[in-house]
């Protein structure tokens, strides 16, 4: 298996723009999670799913930041409208049933 | 709520020394705890996994170590090498299906 796949693998863009990030899970995994991290606040999950169905979206910092999962191989994560402080890398995670998890290589986005 | 710490936050020692990197969290019921690694400006690496019943895990020259009755885990290194630098972080699942990560230890292995 590939692993776990996001894009892009960067996104620089202007404040005020949206931002689309994309993720594909390890085949076979039941549970995806979007994380964010920075160097002030570490690693801060933001909302998972279980069977394509979000769980707990508590970690949304506010309502600008949304996330879908129409099926069990994708889901994407959108930021509308875009801030500086949402500057980070993000991260797509997917597990089986809750043990061990699988990280992808992040999204690293600058929102100018 | 779960909270992981991870101390010490840097460590630096010379090649070839065993090492032990702590993890403490203060809610002990938790499903699993996993440790990883991130290289910097990569993801997270899955190095081991230990379920609520078990004590131990071990990979090559990584041993993790789990107490649920004092709320601490440890990631035991031998022989450390260079190619071990990179910052260590642990995740402990609670039984809410709620992972919690700690802040990491960044490791310096000095040639």
């Known amino acids: 298996d590939a692993g776990v796949i996001q894009s892009p693998r960067h996104e620089v863009t202007e404040m005020g723009q949206e931002v689309t990030l994309r993720c594909k899970p390890i085949?076979?995994?039941?549970?995806l999670f979007w994380y964010r991290q920075t160097m002030m606040r570490g690693l801060e999950l933001l909302i998972y799913?279980?069977?394509?169905?979000?769980?707990?979206d508590s970690g949304m910092p506010e309502d600008r930041f949304s996330a879908k999962m129409p099926n069990a191989s994708f889901s994407t994560l959108k930021i509308q409208p875009s801030e500086p402080r949402d500057s980070a890398v993000y991260f797509c995670?997917?597990?089986?049933?809750?043990?061990?998890?699988?990280f992808g290589p992040g999204t690293r986005l600058t929102v100018t | 709520k779960q909270e992981v710490t991870q101390i010490p936050a840097a460590l630096s020692v010379p090649e070839g020394e065993n090492l032990v990197l702590n993890c403490s969290f203060t809610?002990?019921?938790?499903?699993?705890l996993q440790w990883f690694r991130q290289d910097p400006g990569k993801g997270l690496t899955s190095l081991l996994l230990?379920?609520?019943?078990?004590r131990e895990q071990t990979s090559g020259r990584l041993n993790a170590s789990l107490d649920k009755s004092s709320g601490r885990s440890t990631l035991y290194i031998a022989a450390s090498q260079p190619g071990d630098s990179a910052t260590y972080l642990c995740?402990?699942?609670?039984?809410?299906?709620?992972?919690?990560f700690g802040t990491g230890t960044s490791l310096t292995v000095i040639p």
């Open positions: 995740a402990a699942l609670n039984t809410g299906n709620q992972f919690y």
């Open positions: 799913f279980n069977n394509n169905v979000p769980i707990d």
């Open positions: 995670a997917s597990s089986f049933l809750f043990y061990e998890q699988y």
């Open positions: 809610d002990s019921a938790i499903y699993n």
């Open positions: 085949s076979g995994h039941n549970s």
């Open positions: 230990i379920q609520s019943s078990q």
